[in-house]
C-alpha cells in the first residue's frame, strides 16, 4: 500500500520555477486540468547534487505505461462530501486525493483507499501540508499527521487446526515528512527541455500499525493467543498473508520532484533508496505519447442523451459505470470538463459557449472505452 499510494502522494508537490525560480499556487493545476505522466520502473538516471546552476538530462527516461491525473471538482464525486473544505481533488490510477489550496500553502486533506473488499474515505490528522508559497530555492518545511483506515475483512477459517474467525483490520500510520527545495537548474525530459527548473527532496518516515477485531478470543495454544475485540496483529498471523508484514513497521521514503512555472504540476518525480539510488520515476508526458503501455479496450455501448443538450445530460449504458470518468474537450483538444460518474444521475455541465464538443468515458485503470461527440447549445 504504501509503495503506491504515499509514493504518489509525496510527489503530489507542485510546479515551480520559471526565470525567477519560484513557486507559488498558479503554477498547480486547477479544476478541469490534466497531465499526463509516463512511468518507468527501472530509470537509468541519477538525481543529481544540491544547489544551484545544476543540469539533469533525464531524456532516457523510458514510458513503459501512462497515467492520466484529472484535476476535478470534489462536489463532482460520490465521495467529496467526505472532505468539506477540500476545492480540488485529484484522480489518477494511484487512488483520489482531495485538496485545499490557497494562496500560501496546498493541503492534502486525505484520500480514497480501496484497502481490502471494502473502500473507505482516509482523513489525515491534521491535514498534511505539501507546499507553502512562495517556495524557492532553500524553503523548507515539515508536518507531522496520523490516519486510521478500516476495513471489514471477514475472515473465517482454520489454521495449524485452530478456528480463526476476524471480523475487520485497521491500518494506523504516523507520518514525519520533510520538504527541502535543495537544487535548481535545467531538466531534459524525453518530450521537452525546462531551462529553468526547482528540485525538492521529500522525506517521509512512517510507523505503521496494524490491528485486528476478533468477535471472539481466539485461544490456540502455544501459538495463537487474541483477546476479544481490537489488538495489534500477530506477526506470525499476517505473514502467512505476506512474509513483509508485521504489526508494527517503520519506513522511510525519498522522493526527488522538480517543477517548472505554469506546468500544472511536476514534471519528474524520482524515487530513491538511501543511497540515492532510482527505484522508479514519473515524468511528464506529451500527449503523443498516450496509449504506450496502455493496453487497448473494446468500447462499450453508451446512450448519451439529448443530444444536442442545453447543459444537463442523462448517460445509459448496459456496462457498470461506477468509477468511470467522463470528460469533454473543445475542437482543440483541451479539456473543458471532467467528472466521476454517479449511479443514475444525470451530468450538468458548466456554462459553455455553443458547438462541437469531443467526450470520452474513462475507466478507473484510465482507459477510454468510448468516444463520440455532444453538440452543445445555449
Same mark, same amino acid.
Given at each position: 500500500?504504501?509503495?503506491?499510494?504515499?509514493?504518489?502522494?509525496?510527489?503530489?508537490?507542485?510546479?515551480?520555477?520559471?526565470?525567477?525560480?519560484?513557486? #507559488?499556487?498558479?503554477?498547480?493545476?486547477?479544476?478541469?486540468?490534466?497531465?499526463?505522466?509516463?512511468?518507468?520502473? #527501472?530509470?537509468?538516471?541519477?538525481?543529481?547534487?544540491?544547489?544551484?546552476?545544476?543540469?539533469?538530462?533525464?531524456? #532516457?527516461?523510458?514510458?513503459?505505461?501512462?497515467?492520466?491525473?484529472?484535476?476535478?471538482?470534489?462536489?463532482?464525486?460520490?465521495?467529496?462530501? =467526505?472532505?468539506?473544505?477540500?476545492?480540488?481533488?485529484?484522480?489518477?490510477?494511484?487512488?483520489?486525493?482531495? &485538496?485545499?489550496?490557497?494562496?500560501?500553502?496546498?493541503?492534502?486533506?486525505?484520500?480514497?483507499?480501496?484497502?481490502? *473488499?471494502?473502500?473507505?474515505?482516509?482523513?489525515?490528522?491534521?491535514?498534511?501540508?505539501?507546499?507553502? &508559497?512562495?517556495?524557492?530555492?532553500?524553503?523548507?518545511?515539515?508536518?507531522?499527521?496520523?490516519?486510521?483506515?478500516?476495513?471489514?475483512?471477514?475472515?473465517?477459517?482454520?489454521?495449524?487446526?485452530?478456528?480463526? #474467525?476476524?471480523?475487520?483490520?485497521?491500518?494506523?500510520?504516523?507520518?514525519? !515528512?520533510?520538504?527541502? &527545495?535543495?537544487?535548481?537548474?535545467?531538466?531534459?525530459?524525453?518530450?521537452?527541455?525546462?531551462?529553468?527548473?526547482?528540485?525538492?527532496?521529500?522525506?517521509?518516515?512512517?510507523?505503521?500499525?496494524?490491528?485486528?477485531?476478533?468477535?471472539?478470543?481466539?485461544?490456540?495454544?502455544?501459538?495463537?493467543?487474541? *483477546?476479544?475485540?481490537?489488538?495489534?496483529?500477530?506477526? &506470525?498471523?499476517?505473514?502467512? !498473508?505476506?512474509?513483509?508484514?508485521?504489526?508494527?513497521?517503520?519506513?522511510?521514503?525519498?522522493?526527488?520532484?522538480?517543477?517548472?512555472?505554469? =506546468?500544472?504540476?511536476?514534471?519528474?518525480?524520482?524515487?530513491?533508496?538511501?543511497?540515492?539510488?532510482?527505484?522508479?520515476?514519473?515524468?511528464?508526458?506529451?500527449?503523443?505519447?498516450?496509449?504506450?503501455?496502455?493496453?487497448?479496450?473494446?468500447?462499450?455501448?453508451?446512450?448519451?442523451?439529448?443530444?444536442?443538450?442545453?447543459?444537463?445530460?442523462?448517460?445509459?449504458?448496459?456496462?457498470?459505470?461506477?468509477?468511470?470518468?467522463?470528460?469533454? !474537450?473543445?475542437?482543440?483538444?483541451?479539456?473543458?470538463?471532467?467528472? !466521476?460518474?454517479?449511479?443514475?444521475?444525470?451530468?450538468?455541465?458548466?456554462?459553455?459557449?455553443?458547438?462541437?464538443?469531443?467526450?470520452?468515458?474513462?475507466?478507473?485503470?484510465?482507459?477510454?472505452?468510448?468516444?463520440?461527440?455532444?453538440?452543445?447549445?445555449?
Amino acid at each position: 500500500m504504501k509503495k503506491y499510494i504515499y509514493a504518489f502522494c509525496l510527489s503530489l508537490a507542485f510546479t515551480p520555477i520559471a526565470f525567477a525560480q519560484t513557486l #507559488t499556487s498558479s503554477d498547480f493545476g486547477n479544476v478541469g486540468d490534466q497531465v499526463y505522466l509516463g512511468k518507468d520502473q #527501472t530509470p537509468g538516471v541519477l538525481v543529481g547534487n544540491a544547489g544551484s546552476g545544476q543540469t539533469w538530462n533525464f531524456s #532516457t527516461l523510458n514510458t513503459e505505461s501512462l497515467d492520466t491525473l484529472y484535476f476535478l471538482s470534489p462536489s463532482s464525486l460520490p465521495n467529496g462530501s =467526505e472532505y468539506p473544505t477540500a476545492n480540488l481533488a485529484i484522480a489518477s490510477d494511484e487512488g483520489i486525493f482531495f &485538496f485545499d489550496k490557497s494562496a500560501s500553502a496546498i493541503y492534502n486533506l486525505g484520500f480514497y483507499l480501496a484497502f481490502g *473488499p471494502v473502500a473507505s474515505n482516509v482523513h489525515y490528522t491534521p491535514s498534511v501540508k505539501y507546499l507553502e &508559497f512562495p517556495a524557492s530555492l532553500g524553503t523548507t518545511f515539515s508536518t507531522q499527521s496520523y490516519f486510521s483506515a478500516s476495513s471489514y475483512l471477514g475472515v473465517d477459517t482454520n489454521v495449524i487446526s485452530c478456528q480463526i #474467525t476476524i471480523d475487520s483490520a485497521k491500518v494506523v500510520r504516523y507520518t514525519d !515528512m520533510t520538504v527541502e &527545495f535543495d537544487a535548481s537548474g535545467s531538466l531534459q525530459l524525453p518530450t521537452a527541455t525546462f531551462p529553468s527548473v526547482l528540485r525538492s527532496k521529500n522525506t517521509e518516515i512512517t510507523l505503521d500499525s496494524i490491528f485486528i477485531y476478533a468477535p471472539s478470543a481466539i485461544l490456540c495454544p502455544p501459538f495463537i493467543n487474541i *483477546p476479544a475485540g481490537w489488538s495489534l496483529a500477530p506477526d &506470525f498471523l499476517l505473514q502467512l !498473508m505476506n512474509p513483509n508484514l508485521s504489526g508494527v513497521m517503520q519506513d522511510t521514503s525519498r522522493i526527488y520532484n522538480w517543477y517548472a512555472n505554469n =506546468e500544472k504540476f511536476s514534471l519528474c518525480a524520482i524515487d530513491v533508496n538511501y543511497n540515492d539510488a532510482p527505484i522508479s520515476a514519473r515524468f511528464k508526458s506529451d500527449a503523443s505519447q498516450i496509449g504506450i503501455g496502455v493496453e487497448e479496450q473494446t468500447l462499450i455501448s453508451l446512450n448519451i442523451y439529448p443530444n444536442p443538450t442545453e447543459g444537463l445530460i442523462y448517460i445509459q449504458s448496459e456496462s457498470d459505470l461506477s468509477q468511470h470518468i467522463f470528460r469533454l !474537450m473543445d475542437l482543440q483538444g483541451r479539456v473543458v470538463f471532467a467528472t !466521476m460518474i454517479q449511479s443514475n444521475q444525470p451530468i450538468q455541465l458548466p456554462v459553455l459557449a455553443t458547438g462541437m464538443y469531443a467526450y470520452e468515458m474513462v475507466t478507473p485503470d484510465h482507459k477510454v472505452v468510448n468516444r463520440g461527440k455532444l453538440n452543445v447549445k445555449r
